[in-house]
Each structure stands twice: as structure tokens, then as C-alpha cells.
């Protein structure tokens, strides 16, 4: 003989289900609306003006923007993450530019006082970036210094060591010692590369110690 069991709910299990659903009506009645602000982006132009104050100081205010404002998002309104930003990208310009003029030897047919300016220009450049990797590492541990105005200054004169063997980069091509063709391209590889340091100088200088 089979024995059937009833698959009709409990007055207790009633019970529980009335209290459950009272509970998430609860719940759902007294949650705070989702506010629309919630919901919007960060303030993107708000960290672009203040990049855009920051790069008015400096020596060439519109690339000083051009180059950072697309890094408004990790930069906000933090003066040394802009600076330490603003290195990270001459690092880069000066490995660009270390390439572009390295490849000029690679052409061939070059005048030996050609070949020599460029092996030259291409040490300083490789200089630079060492000096400007270093700057970037003490500004990333400025806020650990014991002594900041030490590590300031060192900061500053490594940036400024950078801009001068840029410039001597640039002036093994002046005066007539080397080819018009060879000087054009290798100042219009380096200019960029130097008005971004100076740029960079300019915003550390405006950093609080």
C-alpha cells in the first residue's frame, strides 16, 4: 500500500513566506533613490582646466596641454602627478628621437663630420634620458624624502642637466661644420623633444616643497 504525502503548504511555511515578503518590501520601500550623479562621469573638464592653468606657465603653454589634457583622467588635480607625467612623455620623445636620428647613419653616403656630429647627438640624447629617468624616480619618491628640499633640488638639476645636453646635441649642427640636409632633420627631431623638457622644468618648478 503506497503512502501519499501532501504537497499542501504548511501554516507555518506561510508564515515565513508573508514575513520574507514583507521583509524585501521593506527593503525596497526604504532604499535611497539612485541620484543621477551618481551616474555621471568624473569631471573631466574640470581636470582639463586645471591642466590647462598648469601648462599656462610653462614655455609652450598649447603643447604643454596637447601632450597631458589626454591624461586628465590619472592626473586629476594632482600637480606632482602632472609633472611626473609630463617627464614620462619626454622620456618617450627623446627615445623617438634617439631612433630617428640613429637611423640618419644608417643611410650611408654621409660625410665623416656628418657621421660625427650624429654619434655625438645621439650620446647626448641617450644622456638625457638617463637624467630624466632619474628625475622621474625622485619625483615619485619625493613624498617619502626626509630632507625635500634636497630631493627638490636634485630633481631640478637633473631636469636642467637634460635640457643642456639636449642643447648640445643641437649645436654640434650649427655654424657650417655640417650639411644643411643632416641640420634640418636632426633639429626638427630634437626640437620636440626639447621644448617638452623645458615644458616639464617649468611644472616642477611649480610644484610646493
Same mark, same amino acid.
Given at each position: ?5 501532501s504537497?499542501?503548504p504548511t +501554516?507555518?511555511?506561510h *508564515? ?12 525596497s ?6 541620484s543621477?550623479a ?17 601648462c =599656462?606657465?610653462? #614655455?609652450y603653454?598649447?603643447?604643454?596641454f596637447q601632450t597631458?589634457?589626454?591624461?586628465a ?9 602632472? =609633472? *611626473?607625467d ?13 631612433v630617428? +636620428? #640613429?637611423?640618419?647613419?644608417?643611410r ?10 650624429? +654619434? ?9 634620458i ?13 613624498d ?5 628640499f634636497?630631493a627638490m ?10 635640457i ?9 649642427? #650649427? ?6 640636409? +643632416?641640420?634640418?632633420e636632426?633639429r626638427?627631431?630634437i626640437?620636440?623633444f626639447?621644448q617638452l623638457?623645458i ?11
Amino acid at each position: 500500500m503506497e503512502v501519499y504525502t501532501s504537497t499542501k503548504p504548511t +501554516v507555518s511555511c506561510h *508564515i515565513l513566506t508573508f514575513i520574507f515578503t514583507t521583509i524585501l518590501l521593506s527593503i525596497s520601500y526604504h532604499a535611497p533613490p539612485v541620484s543621477a550623479a551618481s551616474t555621471k562621469y568624473p569631471p573631466l573638464a574640470t581636470y582639463e582646466n586645471f591642466i590647462k592653468n598648469s601648462c =599656462s606657465t610653462t #614655455s609652450y603653454p598649447q603643447l604643454c596641454f596637447q601632450t597631458l589634457s589626454r591624461h586628465a583622467y590619472a592626473i586629476k588635480t594632482n600637480p606632482q602627478r602632472l =609633472s *611626473i607625467d609630463a617627464i614620462t612623455i619626454s622620456i618617450k620623445s627623446a627615445r623617438a628621437a634617439s631612433v630617428t +636620428v #640613429s637611423n640618419l647613419l644608417k643611410r650611408g653616403h654621409l660625410a665623416d663630420r656628418d657621421a660625427a656630429a650624429i +654619434v655625438d647627438c645621439i650620446g647626448n640624447i641617450r644622456g638625457s634620458i638617463e637624467l630624466l629617468m632619474q628625475c622621474r624616480a625622485g619625483l615619485r619618491t619625493f613624498d617619502e624624502s626626509e630632507d625635500k628640499f634636497f630631493a627638490m633640488s636634485s630633481i631640478k638639476t637633473w631636469a636642467s642637466a637634460a635640457i643642456t645636453d639636449e642643447s648640445t646635441c643641437t649645436d654640434e649642427f #650649427s655654424g657650417g661644420k655640417v650639411s644643411e640636409g +643632416v641640420k634640418r632633420e636632426v633639429r626638427a627631431t630634437i626640437l620636440p623633444f626639447v621644448q617638452l623638457t623645458i615644458n616639464a622644468l617649468c611644472l616642477i618648478n611649480d610644484l610646493p616643497v
